[in-house]
């Protein structure tokens, strides 16, 4: 919209357009924000078969179903409007979890009726948006009672109970190596006392056959 004022002779011109490459930078921010996040879930559970090194979440289930419910609603839509998918923007699911912008497509979606899209992202009266659907989905794994938090307990419950087992086991080894000792120096004891024995018994035969051959 153009609006041209000449109160006082000079024309002064005022335009109004919209803004759309602001609209596209948050929506290209948003993906990168996504991809930077499914890269790093990546990276803690990837395994590398030439080097061998592992991710330190590797086989954790809790980390791979955080990734799986926000793929869900990624790639979910709604059940009505003119874009009900983020594919319909030009914005799609790669093979490799990540999401790649159509840019021609979107600059394209971009030039209709904005609220169209606005419906996809924050949602209308009658039906919630992607922005509620990620939302919902990350309070359920970052609140108190959450995925993640409940990850933890489990793992500080399993680090205390490899704590107290390995106490028992380190009160169990000692009071192995002190029987052992115990063991091994009376075996020494006895190995001593029949050397001991050994050399009495040899001096006294042969005591014994020098008599024999005197005789």
């Known amino acids: 919209m153009t609006l041209t004022l000449s109160a006082t002779g000079d024309a002064q011109t005022l335009t109004v357009k919209r803004d759309t490459g602001s609209i596209k930078t948050a929506i290209n921010s948003f993906v990168s924000a996504y991809n930077t996040l499914d890269r790093v879930a990546d990276s803690l559970t990837s395994f590398d078969s030439d080097s061998g090194n592992a991710g330190v979440l590797l086989g954790d289930s809790t980390l791979r179903g ?27 699911l790669q093979l490799d979890g990540t999401l790649k912008v159509d840019d021609s497509k979107l600059s394209e979606a971009l030039e209709g009726d904005l609220t169209d899209i606005q419906a996809l992202f924050v949602g209308t009266d009658e039906q919630p948006g992607l922005a509620a659907g990620l939302g919902d989905s990350l309070d359920a794994i970052l609140d108190e009672d959450g995925a993640l938090s409940s990850a933890i307990e489990g793992l500080e419950s399993r680090n205390e109970a490899l704590g107290e087992r390995y106490t028992r086991m380190e009160s169990s080894i000692e009071t192995l190596m002190a029987r052992y000792t115990k063991q091994f120096s009376a ?14 018994l040899t001096q006294q035969f042969d005591a014994l056959n020098a008599m024999l051959s005197d005789s």
């Open 66 to 92: 955080v990734q799986s419910k926000l793929r869900q609603v990624i790639s979910g839509g709604l059940d009505e409007g003119t874009y009900r998918y983020l594919s319909d923007l030009g914005i799609s």
């Open 187 to 200: 075996l020494d004891t006895l190995i001593a006392q029949m050397n001991s024995t050994s050399s009495y």
